[in-house]
């Protein structure tokens, strides 16, 4: 019988639960897969439902951009505000 300490795998794997749960990501719900990233929040969304800014053409996700009502332009928060300051 060979000894069972040299087919042992050397310890490196140690550490590797732990490393490999802080680097799990929280899952997202299914119909977040396939996702881009909002610019302004960074929160996932479905592609294809991300709004574009009119003034700076960002891809936001509609809780960042508001729509104005009369013109049906589509701002994202952060331009609304120069806006509203301009
Ligand atoms: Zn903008
Ligand atoms: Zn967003």
Do not use: Q
């Amino acid at each position: 019988m060979p000894c069972a300490c040299d087919s042992a795998p050397r310890a490196l794997a140690d550490n590797l639960p732990a490393i490999a749960r802080m680097a799990t990501k929280k899952p997202f719900p299914y119909w977040l897969d396939g996702t881009e990233s909002c610019e302004l929040c960074t929160h996932p969304h479905a592609i294809g439902t991300e709004r574009r800014c009119a003034a700076c053409d960002r891809a936001a996700c509609e809780h960042c951009v508001t729509v104005d009502r009369d013109t049906g332009e589509i701002l994202c928060h952060e331009c609304l505000k120069e806006e509203e300051a301009g």
